[in-house]
């Protein structure tokens, strides 16, 4: 097994010759895990490739951690699936239902998830959470559902990449509308809607909730930002000082736009300018993580 030092934590992962023979695999992992003796020390847990994870659910690794519970409890920062593409493509990456996971780890301040093939959330529940990443090439509707109905009193800070339909986004900009109305998170400071083809209604969207008001990071990055969506920003964003940091690296705005974002007082993220691909005179527009 792989461990490696990743802050106040550890990246857990194996070696494809370790599972191939079929010895290793999700059923495994967390009882390897256990027997590192630095595992209880640890507050932040890593857990990478499983072992043909575009194949294999992360089920087992989610049941365990359960039934484990207590050996879990010091751990306040999960990331699960946290891998590169040359282990497995995000759209690929089989993750799991994670619907018991908030009761038997009631000190968690952060989950990462990345992919979302399969993924459930079930009934949301946590008192201590404080941010909730979800990295993938396509948000299914059903989970953006139970973010809507997520009870996270102490929710600080909100990352969902939408993605595409290719690749499991089966909502559209009502879905972004809906979660954002009914959604209710009274300490968030950090909304991330990314990575989305739809990202100029997407701005619009998120500069007419309530969250506007207070929030202190905008995040609208990796997606189909154009001039479209510049313009409502230089519009709106001014109406909301509490804003400090608006990040929207990687987009389709042209550099006058950027620029004039650039005379907005808040701190800003406009890297990564793209220009369209163009094809028998039709412009495509692509987010940065799809596949």
């Not at 009631?106 to 998830?113: A, K």
């Not at 992919?115 to 989970?143: M, Q």
């Not at 808040?266 to 220009?275: H, R, T, Y």
Request: aromatic share 8%; charged share 30%.
């Amino acid at each position: 097994m792989n461990q490696e030092k990743k802050g106040a934590g550890k990246l857990y992962s194996y070696e494809y010759e370790e599972y191939e023979d079929g010895e290793k695999g999700p059923a495994t992992m967390v009882d390897d895990i256990l027997a590192d003796p630095e595992f209880p020390t640890l507050r932040e847990l890593s857990i990478g490739d499983w072992g043909e994870c575009w194949e294999e659910s992360c089920q087992p690794i989610i049941d365990r951690i359960v039934e484990r519970a207590e050996a879990f409890s010091q751990i306040e920062s999960l990331f699960i699936g946290d891998m590169d593409y040359e282990e497995c493509e995000v759209s690929w990456i089989v993750q799991g239902d994670y619907s018991k996971l908030w009761e038997a780890l009631p000190g968690l301040r952060e989950l990462t998830v990345k992919g979302s093939t399969d993924l459930e959330l079930g009934e949301i529940c946590h008192e201590k959470l404080e941010a909730l990443t979800i990295i993938c090439g396509g948000l299914p509707a059903c989970v953006i559902e139970s973010i809507q109905r997520a009870k996270l009193p102490n929710l600080k800070k909100l990352l969902l990449y939408i993605g595409v339909d290719n690749y499991g986004f089966d909502g559209n900009a009502d879905t972004i509308r809906t979660l954002l109305e009914q959604a209710d998170f009274p300490r968030l400071s950090y909304l991330g809607i990314v990575d989305s083809e739809i990202q100029d209604e997407v701005v619009k969207i998120v500069l007419e909730s309530r969250f506007m008001k207070q929030i202190s990071t905008l995040d609208l990055s990796m997606g189909t930002l154009t001039e479209k969506g510049g313009a409502l920003l230089l519009e709106k964003l001014p109406l909301f000082p509490n804003v400090k940091k608006l990040d929207v690296h990687y987009h389709y705005m042209p550099e006058e736009t950027v620029k004039k974002l650039e005379q907005l007082p808040v701190e800003l993220d406009a890297s990564e300018p793209n220009k369209p691909d163009v094809y028998k005179g039709v412009s495509y527009y692509c987010p940065m993580l799809t596949e």
